[in-house]
């Protein structure tokens, strides 16, 4: 069989999810958009919530619809998109709390679904969702009469802890919402690591639970091991791969293995990366193809079966260092034709 493994350590998230609840006093929820940061939002969210998240989030009416049918009834299941057109059965038919977003969301879900669950999302200074100060205040009263179950805005620059964002946004927030009763959240992953300043009543981290910086002492969540299709011995002189841009420079051993960028493993990551057999480095030899990779093993004591490109050695941050890239983008990445196989939970 040539196809790779990821494993996805459910218990390791449980861990994470319930280390970053230790670090506040208040509820912590989840973020599982994008398909759980492509680690299957349904076994996600099912294992946090058997750790007690009772608020899953997610950035469109479609995601939560499917959540929904995984998780049952019972947790709240929040969209950040809010309420767009074409979303209300799916609001009203799976119990998805929108967001509202603008004036024109809030017509909408009133008009639509009076008297159904929502929250409001504002605009701190990022300047991507949420209703701007000015905005908010026209609708304040309304919004407020309605009883919104929550009132969130977000952080831009929470993964720099000195960044004068983070303050300038805490400042906003609190000027648009102080006084208010509906609970309030503020605080991503990075937004937690800040303190207890910017937590308010829910938290909704993402990144951490799934093993990524900034949450520094995040445990691993996923290991991909790639199987070895062919292994060759190469002299002094031979190439490797499309353009020729690996040259043999000692007698090497070869191994091709069964992965490439369509699995997500980004080209550019090529010059600098390196696989691992137990505890051996062997770098990536030539350019990545779309599903194969040359990588000398040479120094590796025994023939491999499968070497492993993720896993305790080396996180989804370091290869996101390869590619001029972040963790998230390394894990949505994450290709479709892997094995997945969830361990714990
Ligand atoms: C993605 C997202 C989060 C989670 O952020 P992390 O950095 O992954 O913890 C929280 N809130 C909003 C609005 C988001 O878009």
Same mark, same amino acid.
């Given at each position: 069989m040539a196809q790779a493994k990821l494993s996805i350590d459910l218990d390791a998230l449980r861990g994470n999810w319930r280390a970053l609840n230790d670090m506040t006093g208040c509820e912590t929820a989840a973020v599982v958009k994008a398909d759980g940061y492509g680690l299957g939002a349904a076994r996600v969210a099912k294992a946090l919530s058997r750790e007690g998240a009772r608020r899953f989030f997610v950035a469109i009416a479609e995601e939560g619809a499917s959540l929904r049918e995984a998780l049952g009834p019972g947790p709240e299941i929040c969209v950040f998109? %809010?309420?767009?057109?074409? =979303?209300t059965d799916m609001i009203n038919d799976l119990s998805l709390t929108p967001m509202i977003n603008s004036i024109d969301q809030m017509l909408r879900h009133v008009e639509a679904l009076p008297g159904a669950p929502f929250g409001i999302q504002l605009d701190s200074?990022?300047?991507?969702?949420g209703m701007e100060p000015g905005e908010w205040s026209a609708l304040r009263d309304i919004a407020l009469a309605q009883n919104p179950v929550l009132i969130m805005s977000h952080l831009?620059?929470?993964?720099?802890?000195?960044?004068?964002m983070n303050p300038q946004q805490l400042r906003a927030f609190r000027e648009m919402?102080?006084?208010?009763?509906a609970p309030r959240s503020l605080a991503q992953t990075g937004g937690i690591l800040?303190?207890?300043?910017?937590?308010?009543d829910v938290t909704r981290p993402g990144i951490g639970v799934y093993? %990524?910086?900034?949450?520094? =002492?995040a445990q691993p969540v996923v290991t991909l091991e790639i199987p070895v299709i062919q292994i060759r011995d190469l002299e002094p002189g031979e190439t490797v791969g499309y353009g020729n841009s690996f040259t043999a420079t000692r007698p090497i051993r070869l191994a091709t293995i069964a992965?490439?960028?369509?699995?997500?493993?980004?080209?550019?990551?090529g010059p600098r990366a390196s696989l691992f057999s137990g505890e051996t480095r062997c770098p990536i030899a030539g350019r990545i193809s779309m599903d194969l990779i040359g990588v000398?093993?040479?120094?590796?004591p025994e023939v491999p079966d499968t070497l492993e490109l993720l896993g305790q050695h080396q996180s989804v941050d370091t290869l996101a260092d390869w590619a001029g890239t972040i963790g998230y983008e390394i894990l949505t990445s994450l290709g479709a034709r892997y094995n997945r196989v969830y361990r714990g939970g």
């Open positions: 998109s %809010g309420h767009m057109s074409g =979303d200074g990022m300047n991507r969702l831009a620059c929470a993964d720099e802890p000195d960044h004068e919402t102080d006084g208010i009763d800040l303190g207890p300043d910017y937590h308010f093993g %990524g910086l900034p949450f520094v =002492d992965g490439g960028y369509a699995d997500g493993i980004h080209r550019i990551m000398d093993v040479t120094d590796a």
